[in-house]
């Protein structure tokens, strides 16, 4: 590949590259839960870790058609239970969550609402997302009818 091209190539690919990294997951339920609730739309609830397959974060989360999607339609949450320096009362707030929805997996994806009430967090679990091969469109569709049963 001649120097000329190589440079547009690189540029495109960066570009492409930081336009999918803009999404905000939020890492903490209790601020996922306030802004669900502010701009009334679900949860999507990512259960991961650093050695988890990376196949749904590589072919859906890291895509311009999901950034597009999930500013329309979700709160992001990610609960990543690597080894982290998060606080210990953090790490034993996921483990519950990861318990109550029943996580057997990662990485898991849920969509829920959520509130808290007397200083409870209650969650009415929309439904799992599983990962199947084929990319962002089918992953999209499948969320879709999830939040069209609602």
Same mark, same amino acid.
């Given at each position: 590949?001649?120097?000329?091209?190589?440079?547009?190539?690189?540029?495109?690919?960066i570009?492409?590259?930081m336009k999918?990294?803009g999404l905000?997951?939020?890492t903490n339920?209790?601020?996922?839960?306030i802004?669900s609730n502010e +701009?009334?739309?679900p949860i999507?609830i990512?259960? $991961?870790?650093t050695?988890?397959p @990376?196949?749904? !974060? &590589?072919?859906?989360?890291k895509?311009?058609?999901f950034e597009?999607?999930?500013?329309?339609n979700? +709160?992001l949450?990610?609960?990543d239970?690597?080894e $982290?320096?998060?606080?210990?009362? @953090?790490?034993d !707030? &996921?483990?519950?969550?990861?318990?109550?929805?029943g996580v057997?997996?990662?990485?898991?994806?849920?969509?829920?609402?959520a509130?808290?009430?007397n200083?409870?967090?209650?969650f009415n679990?929309?439904?799992k997302?599983?990962?199947?091969?084929g990319?962002?469109?089918g992953?999209i569709?499948?969320?879709?009818s999830?939040?069209?049963?609602?």
């Amino acid at each position: 590949m001649s120097r000329k091209l190589l440079i547009p190539v690189l540029f495109f690919l960066i570009n492409i590259s930081m336009k999918s990294q803009g999404l905000e997951w939020k890492t903490n339920i209790t601020d996922a839960i306030i802004l669900s609730n502010e +701009v009334k739309k679900p949860i999507l609830i990512l259960f $991961t870790a650093t050695d988890a397959p @990376e196949d749904l !974060q &590589n072919e859906v989360f890291k895509t311009e058609d999901f950034e597009k999607w999930s500013r329309k339609n979700v +709160v992001l949450l990610k609960l990543d239970f690597s080894e $982290t320096e998060e606080s210990t009362e @953090e790490r034993d !707030q &996921n483990i519950k969550l990861k318990k109550a929805f029943g996580v057997q997996n990662l990485p898991e994806v849920y969509l829920a609402k959520a509130f808290v009430r007397n200083d409870e967090r209650a969650f009415n679990i929309l439904g799992k997302l599983p990962y199947n091969f084929g990319g962002v469109e089918g992953w999209i569709n499948d969320s879709n009818s999830v939040l069209n049963r609602q």
